[in-house]
C-alpha cells in the first residue's frame, strides 16, 4: 500500500538496458516495498538502440511485493513535450503530468482525472530537485535525486530519488501521484540513449 510519506527510488543499474526498472523502499527500514517496470514491446526496445529514449513512448506497470498491480503510468510518442497519465489498479485515470514546452530545469502541469490544473511538477536541473506545488504555491512534497557515488553515476544511467510528502498531504490520495511524478520525471528528463 502507497500510505508512506517517505520513498527512496532505487533505478536498476545495467549497461545498455532495453527496458527501465525500479525498486521502491521504505527508507526507514530498507524494505522494498513496490517495483516499477516498464512494459516494453520488442519493437520498443529495438528502437531504444537507435533512438533518444525521451522521445519513445512508454508503459511503467507500479506493483506490490506480492506482484498486484498499484498504478499504471503511460506516454505516446512525444517530439517537443510529453504528456503522461498515471492510472490506478482499475486502469481509472488519476492524473496527467503534461511538460511545459520551455522550461529551465523541467516543469510540468498536473491535471486531474478530468483534465483541470490541480498542482505543478517544477524542477531545478542544477540541484536535481523538483517541487510538487498546489494551485496556490504550497508546497505538496518533493522528489530529490540522491547521488550514488562517482562510479555509478558516471558509468551507468541509472539514478536514486526520494519522495517526501508534506506532513499536510494524505499520503494515500496523493502520494501515488507523486510517486509517479517521480518514475515521470526521470523516464521523460532524465533517460537520454543508452
Known sequence: MLDKRTYFVREHVGFMKLHEAYDILDPETGEVIAEAREEASPFRKILKLFMNKTMLPFEIVLTDASGKKILTIRRGFTFLRS??????????LLGTFQQKLFSIGGRFKVLD??????????GNLIGWDFKFLDIQGNELGRVTKKWAGVGKELFTTADNYVVTLSEEVDPVGTGPLLLAAALCVDMVLKEKSN
Do not use: F, I, N
Not at 482525472?113 to 517544477?122: C, D, I, N, Y
Open 83 to 92: 504528456r503522461v497519465e498515471v492510472y490506478d489498479a482499475a486502469d481509472q
Open 113 to 122: 482525472a478530468q483534465g483541470v490544473e490541480v498542482a505543478e511538477l517544477k
